[in-house]
């Protein structure tokens, strides 16, 4: 079993943080889940373009409020707390937060630790082979 609090990944390997967004990867793939688990913020007023080639995402908003456009079909879906959304296509998407949104994110397949996107709204896939 682990046990794992939020407040004691602060300022570790765990908290990642680039342009409009930071993450506590509370779960990671070298914890053997599966899945990685993460509680990231995006900041009041990011705009945020993403595109998870090598990677499923599920998110639930739990506070604050903004939008996601799905960038294939141009539809545009309010976000607040209680809203999902599963990026199970692979889809492109933009994310823009009208406050603070703390949003709790599963990566099939799991993240191994300090990605952040890449030019295309990626994060790599594992190449480890394992
Ligand atoms: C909401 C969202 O896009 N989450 C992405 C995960 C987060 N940027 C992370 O932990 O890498």
């Not at 949104?101 to 295309?120: I, K, L």
Request: overall charge negative; proline content about 4%.
């Amino acid at each position: 079993m682990i046990i794992r609090k939020l407040a004691d990944a602060i300022d570790t390997k765990r908290l990642v943080r680039s342009e409009g967004w930071e993450s506590i990867r509370l779960l990671l793939k070298e914890d053997g889940m599966g899945f990685s688990f993460h509680i990231t913020t995006i900041f009041a007023g990011a705009h945020l373009p993403m595109h998870y080639q090598h990677h499923l995402e599920s998110v639930f908003c739990l506070s604050g409020d903004g939008e996601i456009e799905d960038r294939e079909s141009g539809a545009i879906h309010p976000i607040e707390a209680g809203t999902l959304y599963a990026l199970d296509q692979h889809d492109k998407h933009t994310l823009r937060a009208n406050t603070d949104m703390v949003m709790a994110c599963v990566f099939n397949p799991p993240v191994t630790g300090q990605e952040v996107h890449d030019a295309s709204g990626a994060y790599p896939a594992d190449s480890s082979g394992e």
